[in-house]
């Protein structure tokens, strides 16, 4: 977790306002860094601190689900003692993006992106045959819009 007090006025300038509306410019960092008064080197910096520090882990766009290429939830069955065997192998597709364990039968839970259902597929059946357990593929049925910007008060 982020300490508070680590964070620089730059830092919790970055993160508040750059959740929404991040410019989409040749140079978007030289932008940012016009915008707040600083040079593009310190918004680099203080944008690679804070994800050493944990306080964000990627700076990227959100695409509408399908609009561009296709994705799935994936999950598997694993057995406890090869657990963390069998996360690691899911891990190494290229196309799953991230994974976790959840408190369920289905004990890992993993999303696949790839730039159609045919490719989607394809990864889950290549983690079937390196795993031998066959994945649920749970795809997108209906969309919502859930806005994951939040006010951040350093108070």
């Known amino acids: 977790m982020t300490d508070l007090a680590e964070l620089t006025n730059l830092d919790c300038e970055l993160l508040n306002t750059y959740q929404h509306d991040f410019p989409l410019v040749p140079n978007p960092y030289a932008c940012i860094a016009e915008q707040l008064g600083v040079s593009e080197g310190e918004v680099l910096n203080s944008l690679e601190r804070l ?38 192998m899911v891990s190494q597709f290229k196309e799953v993006n991230h994974n976790y364990e959840r408190d369920h039968a289905y004990n890992l839970w993993f999303v696949v992106t790839a730039p159609n259902v045919e490719a989607v597929e394809g990864v889950l059946s290549d983690i079937q045959s390196m795993t031998g357990l066959t994945p649920l593929n749970l795809p997108l049925e209906q969309a919502y819009h859930i806005d994951l910007g939040f006010a951040l008060k350093w108070h």
């Open 51 to 88: 994800k050493e520090m944990g306080a964000i882990s990627r700076i990227g766009a959100v695409v509408t689900p399908h609009r561009a290429g296709w994705s799935t939830l994936g999950a598997l069955k694993i057995p406890v003692d090869d657990f963390d065997e069998i996360a690691h």
